[in-house]
């Protein structure tokens, strides 16, 4: 081999995400933060329910970004951007099927038929 073919290797960009245990650290450490703080925020009962939930979805969010750049590694070079465009639909679909479940359990609950004790004593 010529010394011209082997330089042609290195002249190469590659983009593919190479892990390192920086990466891997830094992963893990974003990752302990966002469940220990929201397991705080349960069990110390700092804010109201309401408040409690939103702020816990906004973590679990945060925390699906973080796994996915750092233990999964898609980001927007990696493979042309298929690899970015599959996740986008993925989390499109299961956005459609969480809001769809939960408008089918609320009108299901909504549409139950009310149960009050006397009723229920006449149940077999």
């Given amino acids: 081999m010529s010394a011209?073919?082997?330089d042609h290797h290195d002249d190469h960009d590659d983009i593919?995400?190479?892990a390192t245990f920086k990466g891997y650290a830094t992963g893990f450490?974003?990752?302990?933060i966002l469940t220990?703080?929201?397991?705080?925020?349960?069990m110390a009962k700092v804010l109201p329910p309401g408040a409690t939930k939103f702020i816990i979805l906004g973590f679990a969010a945060v925390q699906v970004v973080v796994h996915m750049i750092y233990f999964l590694h898609l980001n927007a070079k990696v493979e042309g951007g298929w690899t970015?465009?599959?996740t986008i639909f993925t989390i499109i679909v299961v956005v459609i099927m969480l809001a769809g479940s939960i408008?089918?359990?609320?009108?299901m609950n909504?549409?139950?038929m009310p149960m009050d004790p006397q009723?229920?004593?006449h149940m077999p």
Wanted: hydrophobic share 60%.
């Fill in 119 to 121: 009723t229920m004593r």
């Fill in 29 to 32: 450490i974003l990752s302990v």
């Fill in 4 to 6: 011209a073919h082997t």
């Fill in 110 to 112: 909504a549409n139950m």
């Fill in 84 to 86: 970015m465009l599959s």
């Fill in 103 to 107: 408008w089918v359990m609320y009108h």
């Fill in 36 to 42: 220990a703080i929201p397991f705080w925020l349960v």
């Fill in 16 to 18: 593919g995400y190479h």
